[in-house]
């Protein structure tokens, strides 16, 4: 039996948001920019805690005073933990400086600039049932999709792992990455470096292992640009 409880959340807050500099002015982390009037970050949260989970890693660096400020007041029921970086490290790199504030075997891991309407308790039953290294959630390719494309073998094993390669673009078949994974302890044997991107430089390297996709069919949103967050304000306001 899955108790969500007992399985930490890894939320990466800290990259710089260069792309969203218009909207942030450099005062604050892309995070916590506003959907109807609450921070984004707050928005993730919430769900995530909709289905029980309770521990929270926010890995933090650029302007991530600000994530600690806001988050050290009293959140009913929720433990948050800060994980700082003193330099960019990448998304692989923050997840591996995390390390010593993860205490559950497994681990959730997102990336804090998107929202996913997944289902998070039914993503770890998946994780668990598969007995997998790493599991990703994967949304569907569409002609549209400025994307890196995930294939997935028989068994449903990531078979390659390309991330927005300009190539791609237009792609209609295979599946993207929707910025939500499922981690076992046994990732960071795998984690060399202590500065890394999870996309560019980790998964490639894994496919064919016990590297497993979750396909949702749920809708994904990012707030990477001004274009994007306009849309995402629109389709999150409810």
């Known amino acids: 039996m899955i108790n969500p409880k007992n399985i930490d ?6 990259g710089l948001g260069e792309r969203l500099s218009s ?7 892309k995070t916590m920019v506003k959907i109807d009037n ?16 309770k521990r929270f890693i926010l890995c933090i660096g650029h302007k991530g005073a600000v994530i600690e400020d806001y988050y050290k007041k009293d959140k009913t029921g929720i ?3 800060f994980s700082s970086e003193n330099e960019s490290l990448g998304t692989g790199g923050a997840v591996k400086n995390a390390r010593s504030f993860i205490e559950s075997d497994s681990f959730l891991v997102l990336n804090g600039d998107s929202f996913c309407g997944i289902d998070f308790k039914g993503f770890a039953g998946f994780h ?16 549209q999709d400025d994307a890196g494309i ?5 068994e449903g094993k990531v078979s390659c792992f390309s991330e927005k390669t300009i190539g791609h673009i237009g792609q209609k078949s295979g599946y ?21 991107s999870l996309e560019y430089d980790f998964f490639p390297g894994l496919a ?10 749920e809708e994904f949103i990012d707030i990477g640009t001004p274009q994007r967050y306009e849309s995402a304000k629109r389709r999150l306001k409810s």
Do not use: W
């Not at 959340?9 to 800290?14: K, P, R, S, T, Y």
């Open 9 to 14: 959340v890894v939320i990466l807050c800290g």
């Open 23 to 29: 909207v942030t002015k450099n005062n604050i982390p």
């Open 38 to 53: 609450q921070p984004f970050l707050d928005i993730i949260i919430h769900r995530i805690a909709s289905f029980g989970f």
């Open 79 to 81: 433990k948050i933990v």
């Open 128 to 143: 668990f049932r598969q007995q997998a290294l790493i599991s990703i959630a994967l949304t569907r390719a569409k002609e």
């Open 150 to 154: 995930v294939f997935l073998d028989a």
């Open 176 to 196: 993207v990455n929707a910025g939500v994974y499922f981690f076992g302890q046994e990732v960071f044997s795998y984690m060399i470096k202590n500065k890394f």
């Open 208 to 217: 064919g292992g016990k590297f497993y996709g979750y396909i949702i069919d």
